[in-house]
């Protein structure tokens, strides 16, 4: 059990690390493109189990701390800490410079950037010819990291989310770990609806506090409905890969799922080690930002 500071409340030695243990679970399908995939309902619980024994010791105690510490007052208390958007004043290029400084204990000669990564994920949909708005979430779907150069632990950060207010669906990974979650000892959030209603729509539930939800805050006046819903939802793996909490949506949310769906590939699966040529994308990438942004964000 780590007990310096440090490690308490950074226990990745970088974020990728979370990523890297998604792609284990959700390996790529075979044919190497990035089609989109489909939820698998025959993918058992006990799938899940051999992945948990299987986790680096990091990543596991990452997981006990954020399944630990996402409370729904915590949530609460963390939207009004951050959604007053009253931190910065930043154009996204300054955000993605920004997140850059993120750096963590990875090798520097091997690990691309945060910036690397946003760059690769928007030129793969660039090249599968899809619109603009689509590319553009790309190179922002993870703007919300900045979090962590806020001061936020990872466990606040980065992870899958999933409702609080309402019942741990059994297909958490580490499922386990809500045991010691408060909430856990509330009858109220403990039945299958918790404090919602059925079909409630996504936009009444709250997820566990991250990187996801406060972009989302950041970027909702500026971008058509299936970016903001890739941008809200990418991390929502419980639904959007094992299509749990389907009676917590609403029609419009099953609908815009499709997106979050085709979105999740390029998110997992296109880091290579080629760097992109910063220099030569940044024409394209400045025009598309002006075609959806204005000059400065609130964030
Ligand atoms: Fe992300
Ligand atoms: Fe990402």
């Known amino acids: 059990m780590p007990n310096d500071t440090k490690t308490a409340n950074a226990p990745l030695g970088n974020l990728e690390e979370w990523e890297d243990f998604l792609k284990e679970r959700y390996p790529e399908n075979g044919s190497g493109d990035h089609a989109f995939q489909a939820i698998d309902p025959n993918k058992k619980k006990e799938e899940f189990r051999n992945y948990e024994t299987t986790a680096r010791p990091s990543v596991r105690e990452f997981y006990r701390?954020?399944?630990?510490?996402?409370?729904?007052?915590?949530?609460?208390?963390?939207?009004r800490e951050f959604l007053s958007l009253k931190r910065r004043e930043m154009s996204i290029w300054e955000a993605l410079e920004f997140l850059n400084t993120l750096v963590d204990d990875s090798d520097p000669d091997t690990d691309l950037s945060q910036l690397d990564h946003l760059l690769q994920t928007a030129e793969q949909i660039r090249q599968d010819g899809h619109p603009r708005w689509f590319i553009l979430t790309g190179l922002i779907h993870?703007?919300?990291k900045i979090l962590c150069l806020f001061g936020e632990p990872q466990w606040a950060v980065v992870g899958d989310t999933f409702p609080v207010g309402c019942v741990y669906s059994d297909r958490i990974v580490f499922h386990d770990y809500f045991s010691e979650n408060p909430d856990s000892r509330e009858p109220r959030y403990q039945t299958k609806l918790g404090i919602y209603r059925e079909q409630c729509g996504l936009d009444n539930v709250f997820l566990s506090w991250g990187h996801d939800e406060y972009l989302y805050q950041v970027t909702k006046d500026y971008l058509p409905s299936e970016a903001l819903y890739m941008i809200r939802y990418h991390s929502f793996y419980p639904a959007h890969r094992d299509g749990e909490y389907d009676y917590l949506m609403n029609d419009q949310d099953r609908a815009m799922f499709k997106w979050v769906q085709s979105f999740n590939p390029y998110d997992l699966y296109t880091k290579s080690h080629e760097r992109p040529n910063m220099k030569e994308?940044?024409?394209?990438?400045?025009?598309?930002?002006?075609?959806?942004f204005p000059p400065v964000l609130k964030w």
Do not use: C, M, S
Not at 281 to 292: A, H, Q, T, V
């Open 142 to 144: 993870d703007l919300g």
């Open 65 to 79: 701390l954020n399944h630990l510490h996402q409370t729904f007052d915590f949530v609460q208390a963390k939207r």
């Open 281 to 292: 994308l940044r024409p394209f990438y400045d025009d598309l930002i002006k075609e959806f």
